[in-house]
């Protein structure tokens, strides 16, 4: 684990406002190159993603920051601002204002939508993508979802139809049945480990990016979102790309297979015993993977 003195904070100017960025470690080790994070949501806060620090072990700046409109970044009101093209432009400010030239992107969850489509308009620099727990396709997403919520107990299924019909699923009865969903799909562990929790605490306390682009809940997508669909497009992501699911996933095996079928040349990796966190539910796996993948790119690649 990387000492405290060895992060450092600080924010990036965008459209006027402030983005919080992190980043954990002095200096890449020769041939090595930084992993750029970027966390789900939309809406969510870099907290959960915390276990990538070890990342900074191997050699590596590791980098995070919380999207515009949430966590330590800004939240201006105004929901016609989120969209794909505002965090994809983001997304690329902060590349430039940080330096990072030469670059691995991470994306986990919405942060996987987003990096494949950044990395669809081919930006200079990018040396590999990892997709972790992302669908391509909301339909496809939406579909699987109503799977897994199928198996639920026949009383939460009730619970969670009853308030999605009646536009009450701020009511805690719907918050709680969406709990055994959770619990289920999204982070098995139990209890939830701090660094999960203080992303579910930040995104409640400021939850506008995530009901206008998702909706009220993982499984009732409802928002700007709902159509997107990216399937067709991904033959366009030309760089060395390794795709991650868990098991139990809400982004589930048929959506992973989904996205490395769509890449040519891509790798993907299931993690048996995880859902939507293997970072989280499998990391000591899940950070070897990860640097064996980072470590063959910069072989074969000679990092620049």
């Known amino acids: 684990m990387m000492t405290a003195n060895s992060a450092r904070e600080g924010f990036v100017s965008f459209r006027g406002y402030k983005v919080w960025y992190r980043i954990v470690g002095e200096e890449e080790a020769p041939g090595k190159l930084p992993l750029l994070c970027l966390h789900g949501g939309p809406g969510a806060t870099h907290d959960y993603l915390e276990p990538l620090e070890l990342m900074a072990a191997t050699g590596r700046r590791v980098i995070f920051y919380d999207q515009l409109g949430a966590g330590n970044s800004d939240h201006p009101h105004n929901p016609s601002m989120w969209t794909v093209p505002l965090f994809r432009e983001e997304l690329g400010v902060v590349r430039t204002a940080l330096g990072l030239d030469h670059v691995h992107l991470l994306g986990q969850s919405w942060g996987g939508m987003l990096g494949m489509e950044y990395a669809m308009t081919q930006p200079a620099g990018l040396a590999s993508l990892i997709i972790a727990d992302s669908p391509a396709s909301m339909p496809q997403w939406v579909a699987e979802a109503n799977r897994l919520r199928a198996e639920l107990p026949p009383e939460v299924q009730a619970t969670l139809l009853k308030h999605e019909a009646a536009g009450t699923t701020d009511d805690p009865a719907y918050e709680a049945a969406m709990a055994?969903?959770?619990?289920?799909?999204?982070?098995?562990?139990?209890?939830?480990?701090?660094?999960?929790?203080?992303?579910?605490?930040?995104?409640?306390?400021?939850?506008?990016?995530?009901?206008?682009?998702?909706?009220?809940?993982?499984?009732?997508?409802?928002?700007?979102?709902?159509?997107?669909?990216?399937?067709?497009?991904?033959?366009?992501?030309?760089?060395?790309?390794?795709?991650?699911?868990?098991?139990?996933?809400?982004?589930?095996?048929?959506?992973?297979?989904?996205?490395?079928?769509?890449?040519?040349?891509?790798?993907?990796?299931?993690?048996?015993?995880?859902?939507?966190?293997?970072?989280?539910?499998?990391?000591?796996?899940?950070?070897?993977?990860?640097?064996?993948?980072?470590?063959?790119?910069?072989?074969k690649t000679g990092s620049r």
Do not use: Q
């Not at 660094?195 to 206008?212: I, L």
């Not at 997508?221 to 669909?229: C, E, N, Q, S, Y």
């Not at 995880?274 to 989280?280: E, G, N």
């Open 180 to 299: 055994v969903f959770y619990g289920r799909h999204v982070c098995r562990v139990d209890p939830l480990p701090d660094c999960v929790a203080r992303a579910f605490v930040k995104m409640a306390e400021a939850p506008e990016v995530y009901h206008t682009m998702n909706g009220p809940s993982e499984f009732h997508v409802i928002g700007t979102l709902k159509d997107w669909d990216i399937t067709a497009r991904l033959g366009e992501i030309g760089v060395p790309t390794l795709v991650l699911s868990g098991r139990y996933d809400e982004a589930t095996p048929a959506i992973a297979e989904t996205v490395h079928r769509g890449i040519k040349g891509s790798e993907w990796v299931l993690f048996e015993h995880s859902s939507h966190m293997p970072h989280v539910e499998e990391t000591e796996r899940y950070m070897e993977v990860l640097t064996t993948f980072l470590e063959r790119v910069e072989a």
